[in-house]
């Protein structure tokens, strides 16, 4: 039963500090997508890549956020330094893209963080 | 921009009983894809349906249909005979395909919150 892993998932961490998350998509998947959800903003869009190459980061505060995809079964998410109202459950989904998109992403069980 | 709207904040059914779930979409594009996902307490989302914009015909899956209005901009989604293990948050979210055929993102509402009572 092929499924999206995400680890941690649960961090809690103190302003300031380095917060890593990451992501292992369903192997074979070449799209790559991390959502942010919290109850003010809802699910919104961070950033997401194909084939390892990121497509759209607008979603995403390039002060402190960065993502990348060192391999294709590995994605990550960084933030540097956290800050409390980067508390939310940030979710990584994966899919397939063949030409024309008719790709279903396929989420991970997310990983809540709480940045105190 | 495309907007997903879900107009119903919470909804209560009753077990084995029927229930629709309502949402409404705005978008200039014709091909588009619509979906619905489930959250249950566990934040998982899970895929439950999807909708090809360009199919006329209704998508269903098992229990759950949907009924699809392209013209309206409407993807309501029925549960018939509810279960207790129904009750979650239902985002409805759209795709739409940008012209150079490259994935692009979900677009979600703001959920729908299900209760199943027994």
């Known amino acids: 039963d092929a499924r999206v892993t995400q680890t941690p998932r649960h961090k809690v961490t103190e302003m300031g500090q380095e917060v890593t998350m990451r992501c292992q998509p369903i192997l074979g998947h070449n799209t790559v997508f991390w959502y942010r959800q919290t109850m003010m903003q809802g699910l919104e869009l961070l950033a997401y890549?194909?084939?390892?190459?990121?497509?759209?980061d607008s979603g995403m505060p390039k002060d402190r956020f960065s993502a990348e995809m060192p391999d294709a079964t590995l994605a990550t998410l960084k933030i540097q330094p956290s800050e409390p109202r980067d508390s939310a459950v940030y979710f990584c989904?994966?899919?397939?893209?063949?030409?024309?998109?008719?790709?279903?992403?396929?989420f991970g069980p997310g990983t809540r963080l709480t940045v105190l | 921009a495309q907007t997903v709207t879900q107009s119903q904040p919470e909804m209560s059914v009753q077990e084995a009983e029927t229930v629709t779930l309502s949402c409404t979409y705005d978008t200039s594009e014709s091909d588009y894809y619509l979906f619905w996902y489930k959250q249950p307490p566990s934040r998982q989302m899970i895929l439950v349906i999807r909708q090809e914009a360009y199919k006329q015909q209704n998508a269903t899956e098992n229990r759950f249909s949907v009924n699809f209005q392209k013209a309206a901009k409407s993807f309501s989604l029925k549960i018939s005979d509810s279960q207790l293990g129904d009750a979650a948050m239902y985002f409805c979210?759209?795709?739409?395909?940008?012209?150079?055929?490259?994935?692009?993102?979900?677009?979600f509402g703001t959920g729908t919150r299900l209760q199943v009572m027994l």
């Open positions: 989904a994966s899919g397939l893209v063949r030409g024309v998109p008719t790709d279903t992403q396929y």
């Open positions: 890549f194909r084939n390892r190459a990121p497509l759209d």
């Open positions: 979210a759209y795709r739409g395909q940008s012209p150079t055929g490259t994935a692009s993102k979900l677009t």
